[in-house]
């Protein structure tokens, strides 16, 4: 029998995801390359040394903004919940696949709230301090000593993007049934009840 599916994301929502998977491709393969001397060759992907840093700091910013597009729509439901704090206690179930004992969850998991916040705060560390630092556009406008510091918190902050998206697309492909959400913008029921129940039941209450 037909499984009932729900939709999770619209038609523009997906769009703007998948742009920014891009960006975020782009603007950090091109970042690996300036990170250390062994990734260089990453720059034969973009035109040579030049280009990769004339179009790094622009993808970044493209990354920033198609990532704002996401956060104005989802942030109120990445908001931290008394049912969140009582899921964090067993987070170890959730590991270990059993789904069953864990409280229930709304449209997002508390692990899935922390790595929006993380990519939220990287994202904006990464975009102030790349500022800082972006010649010959704001050349000057911060003295040497600061932009030091801001190419040192631009690279760590650039770590907490990589390993949040590196758990963002793990815990997808780990959590079967997800990828979809993303790909055909609908869940299937089933996938609603085990994962997120009280989502589930707001979407079929209407
Ligand atoms: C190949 C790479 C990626 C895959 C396969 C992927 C997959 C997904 C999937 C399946 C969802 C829906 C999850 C759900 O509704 O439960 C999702 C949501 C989302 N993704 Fe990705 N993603 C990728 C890259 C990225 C990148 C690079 C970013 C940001 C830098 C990102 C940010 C988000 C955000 C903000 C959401 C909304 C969920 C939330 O608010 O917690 N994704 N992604």
Do not use: C
């Amino acid at each position: 029998m037909a499984q009932k599916l729900l939709l999770r994301y619209k038609d523009n929502e997906r769009m703007n995801h998948w742009f920014l998977a891009l960006m975020f491709f782009l603007a950090g393969l091109s970042g690996l390359a300036f990170f250390h001397p062994s990734f260089y060759f990453f720059t034969h992907l973009f035109g040579g040394g030049a280009w990769a840093r004339i179009l790094h700091p622009f993808m970044g910013v493209l990354m920033v903004i198609s990532f704002l597009g996401l956060f104005f729509r989802l942030w109120k439901q990445n908001t931290f919940t008394d049912a969140d704090r009582e899921w964090k206690k067993h987070m170890g179930d959730m590991l270990k696949g059993n789904k069953a004992s864990l409280p229930p969850v709304g449209k997002y998991n508390y692990g899935q709230k922390m790595v929006f916040w993380a990519m939220t705060l990287s994202l904006v560390v990464l975009l102030v301090t790349g500022v800082m630092f972006w010649r010959p556009w704001f050349d000057g406008v911060f003295p040497i000593p600061v932009q030091r510091v801001a190419v040192l918190l631009h690279a760590v902050s650039a770590v907490v993007l990589v390993i949040s998206t590196v758990v963002h697309v793990y815990a997808a492909i780990w959590v079967k049934g997800t990828v979809r959400a993303m790909t055909r913008g609908t869940v299937t029921e089933s996938w609603a009840k085990l994962n997120h129940p009280l989502w589930h039941q707001e979407m079929t209450k209407k």
